[in-house]
């Protein structure tokens, strides 16, 4: 399985990205997919997941209300729609992948990762 991740970018303050992630490689099984990113000198840290069956979505706190992960079509494909970015968000962006878990589930640890886009936020 590979994932593939797209749509960093350099913003200003307020302003907004999309982040785009495609698992190939998965024979289309259905996959709960999240977010996650790490910024220089700092551990990689939640931002946002669907399960698999997109009923259960879960957000950073600091990242609610301005963040919106969406699953795009019937396949493992996901979005991240940043909005309102801060220069705290400025981040090294991963989207995951885990195929074992429950339907309304998020997994605790995801089994596979993407490469990776960066995401600057400028004051």
């Known amino acids: 399985v590979q994932l593939q991740a797209s749509g960093g970018g350099s913003v200003q303050a307020g302003g907004s990205l999309r982040l785009s992630c495609a698992a190939s490689?998965?024979?289309?099984?259905?996959?709960?997919m999240g977010w996650f990113r790490q910024a220089p000198g700092q551990e990689r840290e939640f931002v946002a997941a669907?399960?698999?069956?997109?009923?259960?979505?879960y957000y950073k706190d600091s990242v609610k209300g301005r963040f919106t992960i969406s699953r795009e079509g019937a396949k493992n494909t996901v979005s991240l729609q940043m909005n309102s970015l801060k220069p705290e968000d400025t981040a090294v962006y991963h989207c995951?992948?885990?195929?074992?878990?429950?339907?309304?589930?998020?997994?605790?640890?995801?089994?596979?990762w993407g490469q990776g886009t960066q995401v600057t936020v400028s004051s």
């Open positions: 669907t399960s698999k069956s997109d009923r259960k979505i």
């Open positions: 995951a992948a885990h195929y074992g878990t429950g339907w309304d589930s998020i997994p605790r640890e995801f089994d596979y």
């Open positions: 490689g998965d024979s289309y099984e259905r996959a709960a």
